[in-house]
């Protein structure tokens, strides 16, 4: 792994392995991945009674032609290195935000306990693993599932207030907590970040899927974007990383920082 942006004295690995204070070339550990992907120290502005404003991130792989997924998954344009950043970015967040066909497609179980990061979490107040928050319409999910019947921290289940309610009654069942952010069916995805901020979640994380990050993307609330852009061609009509409405006019997001390894990039844009 070495570091492209920002630029450093070291961006070369030398002979040795050694650098002028980055990680060498070599497999970074997972504290060094956790600081190169660190939230924010401080955030853009105190919410009201002054709770610090949520600050989103989107977690998300591509390959060279824009497919987020092969064969309906994503874990075929991935690599190893992607799944540990994968996985600090979780250890990182308070709580990961999912769209629910996601979880039906990917086979979502809860997060796990992670005893390298068990320190960190907790002198950060957080809890031992992230929530999962699923963001769905129609609650149609098997509430069976780990996911629901044994995380280690309750599920969350993001929906309207229109939502039907035996499914609302299933859920709550199942032991997911539901939380009501929108006033029609669906999610309004502003709300769905300021009903997670006032639950104490600010770290917050989105592993998408296409059309939920769409639809934060289009409702201004995406802060931040890591992407890694995998070495591969799968031409086809897989879906972009994200889809739905278009915006009126493109965002713009700077790079924060880029790292290679092996031919895949791993990046971090954040909004200007």
């Given amino acids: 792994m070495r570091r492209l942006f920002p630029v450093t004295d070291q961006t070369v690995p030398t002979a040795s392995g050694e650098g002028l204070g980055e990680p ?15 939230y924010p120290d401080a955030y853009p502005e105190p ?11 989107a977690n998300m792989v591509a390959t060279l032609d824009g497919a987020a997924q092969h064969d309906g998954k994503s874990q075929p344009i991935s690599n190893a290195t992607d799944m540990r950043i994968f996985g600090t970015l979780r250890a990182l967040a308070d709580v990961v935000v999912v769209g629910a066909e996601t979880v039906r497609q990917e086979g979502y179980r809860p997060a796990r306990v992670r005893a390298e990061f068990a320190a ?40 309207g207030a229109a939502a039907a309610p035996d499914r609302v009654l299933a859920a709550e069942k199942a032991g997911a907590r539901v939380v009501v952010a929108g006033d029609g069916v669906g ?86």
């Fill in 47 to 57: 919410a009201a009674g002054g709770r610090p404003v949520p600050w989103l991130r």
């Fill in 120 to 159: 960190a979490r907790a002198a950060a107040g957080q809890t031992p693993v992230p929530a999962i928050a699923v963001v769905t319409a129609g609650l149609d999910l098997d509430f069976s599932l780990p996911l629901f019947a044994s995380p280690e921290v309750q599920t969350l289940i993001l929906t």
């Fill in 24 to 38: 060498d070339g070599g497999e970074w550990s997972l504290a060094e991945l956790a600081a190169a992907y660190a």
């Fill in 187 to 272: 999610v309004e995805p502003a709300r769905a970040v300021q009903a997670l901020g006032e639950l104490g979640h600010t770290r917050l994380l989105t592993e998408g899927g296409p059309r939920l990050l769409g639809q934060l993307v289009a409702a201004g609330v995406l802060d931040e974007l890591c992407l890694t852009v995998a070495p591969m061609l799968t031409a086809g009509d897989a879906q972009r990383i994200a889809g739905g409405p278009s915006v009126a006019v493109p965002r713009r997001f700077a790079l924060a920082s880029l790292l290679e390894e092996e031919g895949f990039l791993f990046s971090r844009y954040q909004r200007t």
